[in-house]
């Protein structure tokens, strides 16, 4: 592991897009960053601009007017980046799978690194699915997040 | 002056309902707002079209996270409609009491919101932190965090457990001193009364014309509460006041807020020493032609649902008027004339969980200047940090 990878993995920028949620799984992402879970202490940090971020963590069940702009900020995201699904939504659209305007999951729209369920996923499951993350790739079982 | 378009949106992470402004600015004044909604659309009244009526209370409580019990509440009071039925006593109750505490910590997290708006952050993690005792209540009374899970036309789904009640009541009471000390930081603080006195004000007269509801109609001197004027649930039963302030500015709106909470304390305090034995639930057979409405106070207002019904086992056409849909368009009394550090804090005095750091741009038309959603809270939190100064705090 280089010097880069050593110093990326402590200090995973991340940026949140919803989706089409209902807001539940986006709070629970800033309860993340309250007293009690506190996840800066692993060195995250909830980012305001995609150009800074290392890790998309995308929220909600896809839907139409969303497609090309989550393409648009994927593609914007400097490189190596990482994608995280949160929530039954954003993994298979949950109750909203019949509806006209959410026509498919997210991994068919951008590759995704980590998936984490639950309507909505506990902060602690957030925590641990990033954590997850991290294991991955210091063990070198993950994507590189170069391609694509 | 050259005027200059600043577009806020669409994408807002908290957003109940998601939203696109396009605020014109001149100088540092509001001149005009406009506003788009319908993005996020996920079709959930023709989804609901296509299950049956105990699907439905499943879906119709992911329209929001914050108002994940609103929802539900209302869409089985409305087929309770259609039945001629009431849920038994003690479903009533238990009810009342999941709706009080959502209230609780939908306020709350507005609370925090608004203090990070106005650079108050110390104020959004005490206002979370305590949240999370409101969670773990929740968690007891439930199972879970954010959606209970609780309702089904004709009663609720889970009993509350006498062993948890004086657990429970022991956790609400000590939010209470934590709660006073938060209250007496916001209306103490000179700065705070300086950022939000006299900003966003909606007078009487505008609210009535606009249809406001809930705090922020009654922060405008409107005295309307479903809970009060029409009562459902246990609300008639237990003793509480409608709290009703004058001015309808944004310091109003929070005080409305922060005194509900105490007011919702009372509430479930009442209900949890005096709830009734019985029944959780009533049988329900088969749903007769015909219509039905059910509304109640959500958090941020009046919250109503409509169903019709024609006899088969899925509504033929079901109707969602979420409270945010009323309360958006006051913007246009609110905003306009305003200054832009003080556009944050007045578009989230509605509670539409304004959060939408990253998704925010300021852009000149003549593509000069960009502004993101992080400079307007950094505006906002210099104005507050001059103030400060001033007074010498």
Known sequence: MGIFEKAFLKSLWVFHLATGSCNNCDIEILDCLTPRHDIERFGMLLTGSIKHADVLMVTGAVNRQCIPRIKRVYEQMPKPRLVVAIGECALSRGVFMQSYNCPMPLDHVIPVDVYIPGCPPRPEAIMAGLLKLIERRKTNHARDGRDA | MAKTIIPIGPYHPLQEEPEFFILTVEGETVVDIDLRIGYNHRGIEKLCEGQTYDQVTFVVERVCGICSTSHPFAYTQAVEDILSI????????????????????????????????????????????????????????????????????????????????????????????????????????????????????????????????????????????????????????????????????????????????????????????????????????????????????????????????????????????????????????????????DAAITLAAIDPCYCCTERMAVRNLKGRKLYTGEDLIRLSQEKTDQIKAEMGR
């Open chain 2, 86 to 341: 009431e849920a038994p006593p003690r479903a009533q109750y238990i009810r009342t009491i999941i709706a009080e505490g959502e209230r609780l910590h939908s306020h709350l997290l507005w609370l925090g919101l608004a203090g990070h708006f106005l650079g108050y952050n110390t104020i959004f993690m005490w206002a979370w932190k305590l949240r999370e005792e409101i969670l773990d209540v929740m968690e007891i009374l439930s199972g879970n965090r954010n959606n209970y899970a609780m309702f089904k036309v004709g009663g609720v789904l889970r009993d509350i457990k006498k062993e948890d009640i004086p657990s429970v009541l022991k956790k609400i009471d000590s939010i209470v001193p934590t709660l006073e000390k938060l209250r007496s930081a916001v209306m103490d603080d000179p700065v705070l009364h300086a950022r939000t006195k006299g900003i966003g004000v909606l007078s009487r007269e505008a609210a009535i014309d606009y249809c406001a509801v809930g705090p922020t109609a009654r922060a405008s001197g409107i005295a309307r509460d479903v809970r009060k004027n029409s009562p459902y649930g246990a609300y008639d039963q237990v003793d509480w006041n409608m709290i009703v302030t004058e001015n309808g500015d944004v310091f109003d709106k929070v005080l409305v807020r922060i005194s509900e909470m105490f007011e919702s304390i009372k509430i479930l305090k009442a209900c949890l020493t005096r709830l009734p034995g019985g029944e959780i639930d009533c049988l329900v057979k088969e749903i007769p032609p015909g219509e039905g409405i059910g509304h109640i106070e959500a958090p941020r207002g009046e919250c109503f649902h409509y169903v019709r019904s024609d006899g088969t086992n899925r509504p033929a056409r079901h109707k969602i008027r979420a409270p945010t849909f009323m309360n958006l368009p006051t913007f246009r009394e609110t905003v306009i004339g305003g200054k832009i550090p």
